[in-house]
C-alpha cells in the first residue's frame, strides 16, 4: 500500500466526529491494506505457504502491509511488547524536515512554524517537499515502477531508524528521516511526522482497532481482545485473524519472552470483598515495583516492568534468583522490593532508582539490594494458566519455586520470592494481615478473587488493593465484654456510640486493632466508669471516647442509632476529647449522604 493512501485514509477518519463511523472507516483501512498485502505477496508468504507452516507464523519481522496499517493507525511503529524504539529527539526531526524542505528551511524555522501552529503534523504539510511523484501515482499500487513511498517502506526505514546506535546515531536517524520525507506530500508528510514523533492523535484508540479488526475479518470482538491482551500486537492480531480467522486468534497463546500487560487492581473495600465473592485471597501489598519474569526453556530470562520495558540488566539480583530457583520455562508476576541490610523494606523510590540505573548496576546494588516476590504465574508446565482460577495459579506459583533444587529455600517468613497467601472469610482475621503488614513495613493488603482469571492489562473488580480510611469517627465508649480465655481479664470488646440530641446511641463494636498490651491499658482506663454487671457485659458511663476507622456506614436496626460501622477499627485513645467532643448522629448521618 502507497503511504500516500494512509495518508489520505488518516485525514478522512480525522476529520471524522462519529465514533461509529471511525471504525467503519479503520474497517476499510484494514480491508485495503489487507488487500494490498495480498496482491503484493511476499515470496517469504509464499514459501511460508509452500511449506505448509503454520498460519499465525509469529515472532517473524513484519512484512506484511495489514501489520503494519493496524500499527500505524494507532501512531505506533512497534508492537507494545517489542523493546525497538525509533529514539529520536524533536530536534532530529525538525532537522529532517528541514533538509527536505529545501536549502532556504533551516530547524529554526521549523520550531518557529511550531510555536505558531502548536502541532508537528500541520508544519511538516506547509512544506513542499517535491514528493509529487508519490501523489501522481496515487492508486495505481505500489510496484508500477513509481517512486510512490509505501507504508513498508516507511515501516522499514523506521526500523533501521529504531537500530541505529551508539556514536553518530543521532546523524544517522536523521539521515534515514531525511530520505522519507524528502519523497512525501504535504499529507504524507503530515502523518509521517506524526508518527514519527508519537503524535499521531487522530482519534483512533485500542478499542477502535479492535473493533475493526473483528468487523474486517468476521472474527468475535471477544476473541480480538483476548488475542491482544496475549499478544500485545495489532499488527499480529489483524493478520491471524485474516489468515487463520478465529480459530487462529483463538489458539495465539503467551510467548515466553515477550511481556504481557500486568493484571492492575482497583482501590476496594473489605466489605465489597467479602460481599462479591466466596472468601478472599489475601496477601501483603509489597511496596515496590512490579516485575514480570520470563524464564526460557533455555535458561534465559528476561524481567519486564509494569509498561513493558526490558529492566533485566537493572536488576541482576532476579535473574540470579532465576538461576537459582527456576528449573523449566515459566513466566511470572510479583513485585521487587528494596531492603536494607536487616532485610526490612525500604521505601519504593529506592527501587526505581535501580530500575533506572543503566551503568554501574554492581556499585547500585551494594547500595541498595532488591529481591523479588512472586503472586502469580501465567505460564509454567508448557500451559498458559491466563484463564485457571487464582488459586489454581498460586499452586503452580508454589510448586514452581518449591520444586527448584533450592527448595529449603521456600521459607515461610523470608517469603522466598513466594508471596504469601491466606484464604479467608472472616473480617477479623483480614485487619490482622492488614495490620502485620503495615507492622511489617509493606503497603497494606491485596484482596483478590480466589476464583478469578488473570486479565492482562485490565484493571478489574477481582483484585482489589485496600482502600484507606478516609474519615474516622471520634466514639463514645458506653459498654464493653469481658475477653475470653487467655484475655479474660482484660476487657476485650468494645461498645461505640456517638453523641445524639439526648445522650448517646449505639453505632458498633469494635474488637479489632487492639494488641494485648492496649487492651490492659484500656481495661485500666474504663473499669473505674463501670456502671453496672451482666454476665460478661458491662455497661460504661460516656467518659472514653476512642478514634475509630471503618469501611462504611450503613442503616442498621441493629444498634440505637439506626447505622453501623462496618470493619471498624480501633485506632487509638482520644486523651484529648471528653465524651461532649464525640462526633454526632448528626454527622454520622452526613457521611452517609455525602
Ligand atoms: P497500585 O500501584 O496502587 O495501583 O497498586 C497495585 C500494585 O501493587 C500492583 O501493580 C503491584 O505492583 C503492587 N503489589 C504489591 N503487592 C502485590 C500483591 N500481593 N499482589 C498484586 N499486586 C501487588
Redesign the pocket.
Known sequence: MEFATFADRAAAIEAEPADLEIVDLVTELLREASAASEADETASAAERRAAGGDATNRGRETTDDLEVVARFVQGRVFPAWDPRKLDVGPNTCYAAIARAAGTNVGPADVEERLAAVGEIGEVAASYDFGGQRGLAAFGAGADDGSDALTVREVFDTLAEVAAAEGSGSQDRKEDLLFSLFNRCSSEEARYLARLVLSEMRIGVGEGTVRDAIAAAFEVPGASVERALQVSNDYGEVARVARDAGAAGIDAMGLEVGRPVG?M??QAGTVAEALDAWDGAAV????????VQLHRGADGETRVFS?NMEDVTEALPEVVEFADERLDEAVILDG?VVAIDEAGDPLPFQEVLRRFRRKHDVEKAREDVTVRPVF?DCLHAGGEDLLDEPLTARHDCLTAVLADADDADAVDERDVGGL?LVWHTDDPEEIEGIDAEALAGGH?GI?L?NPDSAYTPGRRGKH?L?RKPDVETLDCVVTGAEWGEGRRATFLGTFELSVRADEGFETIGKVATGIDDETLAELTDLLEPHVLASEGQRVEVEPAVVFEVGYEEIQASPTYSSGYALRFPRFLGVRDDKDPADADSLARVRSLTEA
Do not use: I, Q
Open positions: 500486568a492492575l487492581a496477601e501483603w501489598k509489597y511496596d515496590g515495583a512490579r509494569r513485585e503472586f508471596s503497603e491485596m483478590k483484585w488493593k
